[in-house]
């Protein structure tokens, strides 16, 4: 199945607040993925929440749905949102989708 980094798992790593450089293990973190023409895709519900890695020091993981119907070559915006204790972030990356390595 094609997708993002032939992985259907998203993750944010190491959250500190950029102030105090605490780590963060108590934030809302939602993931929205739009399509190459700007709408959000279909195939599962989103904003999508990343749940909190018990005892990781910040690492918030979420998996998304195999329905969605990623094409190999587009290029898909991921818009991730993060409010924590009075902060709030918001990070955009884009990723491109490739056939799997796994050749399924």
């Not at 293990?25 to 993925?33: E, K, P, R, Y």
């Not at 990781?56 to 094409?71: C, D, E, F, H, M």
Request: proline content about 4%; hydrophobic content about 35%; glycine content about 6%.
């Amino acid at each position: 199945m094609p997708s993002p980094n032939n992985t259907s798992s998203v993750e944010v790593k190491g959250l500190r607040n950029a102030v105090t450089n605490e780590i963060i293990n108590d934030a809302d973190v939602t993931l929205i993925v739009y399509d190459s023409l700007g709408a959000i895709m279909t195939g599962d519900t989103f904003p999508k929440t990343l749940e909190y890695v018990t005892d990781s020091k910040g690492v918030y993981r979420a998996t998304l749905s195999a329905t969605i119907p990623w094409i190999v070559g587009d290029t898909y915006k991921y818009v991730y949102t993060v409010l924590a204790s009075g902060l709030a972030l918001t990070t955009v990356c884009y990723k491109t989708a490739t056939e799997s390595s796994c050749g399924c």
